[in-house]
């Protein structure tokens, strides 16, 4: 049987009501009210304790201390309930409950039914006001809808996508991580593809290799120019020759040999070809191992029903911006090639960004923020969704943001952080909103169409080997056999 928590009292509304109580609710518990002839569920929101002895502001200590000896520790609880709607159908009552209307806690069985498992959901956690009720999620509706996990460092960002990442390659489903920090490389995922961080140039738009290069197509015109017709003109050879077969090397060699003929018959802009000669020296130095001509296009190194990781640890924001560019390019174009004529990429994928406020930028415009938005606006369509993972989302671009309608927010302290999470989303209320400093590692609001009601989880901890968490200095230092003396 149900416990009885309190009563409504005050002025209800259709969405609202509002209860006392002498029991102690917690800010989260699911609550049942009867009325409208049905079981209505609601959310508790916000809760204040009073007691009505210890009203007066100016009562002195000894005062207080006399009423507590006399009247013991009573308090009465003031609650807001946000009205869910009809345990079956959850839809909004057409009548606001009438004042004096029991409150009790929502039982198991019933939260269950809200929360429970279906053919195609993955469990995500546990409820934290009753770890009773295992939580799960629509995965149909993370993809069609795009997500975004967020919150401070240290949280649990990467502990969340391990265990979503999981659990839906084991539903059969195909994840592609952009592993920025060489997080998930060593995570003991039980369906696992690690990518080579390795492209051909051949597949590459020139304005892309000379972004990589340093190469800047506004500032440095100039030197676009030249770049651009160096790159084409080797590019183009290798296209149209089948059986010419250049390594990476005598690919650099080749561009080089272009440019060097232009500056002997252009001396008004040698000085700026020599310059673009000078900046692919540089990135051969730094980054020529990522080119490789044997390597067939990103799209067929995807396997199916698998966690696929493309480490970018190693390279930097520039470089990175072109790898994820370049693979959402081509899986938007091939899973729409598919949906056309039926040949390209034949299932539907979920791709993870990590540090999505460093490629997807609120002030700046990158290539992967304009395939983002595009996937954004368009993937649903052809299977291929977004799952944006942040601490910095103020920083992240408003556009791509607000078009995730599903989010897993855990501990978040920064306001303008939170109010900009706000902002994008209208389902995260000023309620939602405070609990969000309060949370501890691997708490979360759980809201959008992959859940059936906003709800705050306990998240499952993945039980595979993770990188995302702080190293051990001291552990790490006697492996190596550097202990520090001055410890």
């Excluded at 659990?167 to 060593?186: A, C, N, P, R």
């Excluded at 500032?219 to 030249?226: H, N």
């Excluded at 650099?252 to 802009?269: M, Y």
């Excluded at 700026?272 to 000669?277: A, C, E, G, L």
Aim: glycine share 6%; aromatic share 8%.
């Amino acid at each position: 049987m149900s416990e009885i928590i309190g009563r409504c009292i005050g002025k209800q509304k259709i969405n609202t009501a509002y209860f006392i109580s002498s029991k102690k609710p917690k800010i989260g518990q699911y609550v049942i009210l009867e009325y409208d002839s049905n079981k209505i569920l609601g959310i508790i929101e916000d809760l204040t304790k009073y007691n009505p002895y210890l009203e007066e502001e100016n009562l002195k200590e000894e005062e207080i201390d006399s009423i507590k000896e006399l009247e013991g520790e009573s308090h009465i609880v003031k609650g807001k309930i946000r009205i869910l709607g009809d345990v079956e159908n959850l839809k909004l009552p057409r009548e606001p409950p009438e004042p004096g209307t029991i409150v009790k806690l929502a039982d198991k069985e019933t939260l269950e039914k809200v929360f429970g498992k279906s053919e195609k959901s993955i469990s995500i956690g546990r409820l934290l006001t009753n770890e009773e009720v295992e939580v799960y999620l629509d995965v149909n509706k993370i993809v069609s809808r795009h997500l975004a996990i967020l919150s401070i460092t240290g949280a649990g960002k990467s502990n969340t996508v391990s265990v979503i990442a999981e659990e839906i390659s084991k539903l059969g489903g195909t994840i592609l991580i952009f592993d920025m920090h060489s997080e998930y490389v060593d995570a003991n995922f039980s369906h696992k593809k690690i990518l080579p961080t390795k492209l051909n140039p051949i597949f590459l738009r020139p304005n892309q290799a000379a972004k990589i290069m340093n190469i800047d197509e506004e500032k440095a015109f100039i030197q676009y120019i030249f770049f651009r017709k160096a790159w084409e003109n080797v590019r183009s050879r290798i296209i149209s020759s089948p059986n010419l077969s250049l390594s990476t090397e005598e690919f650099f060699k080749s561009l080089i040999d272009f440019l060097e003929k232009e500056a002997r018959k252009d001396s008004k802009n040698e000085e700026s070809i020599r310059r673009v000669i000078l900046k692919i020296e540089d990135f051969k130095e730094r980054f020529g191992e990522i080119f490789d001509l044997k390597y067939e296009d990103v799209v067929k190194l995807i396997e199916r029903g698998k966690v696929n990781i493309l480490d970018l640890g190693s390279v930097d924001d520039d470089v990175a911006d072109i790898f994820v560019s370049h693979y959402l390019e081509r899986i938007l174009e091939e899973r729409k090639k598919f949906k056309t004529t039926g040949k390209g990429l034949e299932f539907p994928i979920l791709l993870v960004i990590e540090e999505a406020h460093i490629l997807i930028p609120n002030d700046m415009n990158t290539f992967t923020k304009y395939w983002c938005a595009r996937i954004a606006r368009e993937g649903r369509k052809f299977g291929v969704g977004l799952c944006l993972v942040s601490q910095r989302p103020k920083a992240l671009d408003a556009n791509v943001l607000s078009q995730v309608n599903n989010m897993i927010i855990l501990k978040l302290v920064e306001p303008n952080d939170q109010k900009y999470v706000q902002f994008a989303s209208e389902m995260l209320t000023d309620e939602m909103l405070s609990q969000l400093s309060s949370l501890n590692v691997g708490e979360a609001i759980v809201f959008g169409s992959m859940i059936r009601i906003p709800a705050m989880v306990k998240i499952h901890e993945f039980k595979g080997k993770s990188k995302g968490k702080d190293i051990d200095f001291i552990e790490e230092s006697k492996n190596k056999e550097e202990i520090l003396d001055f410890l």
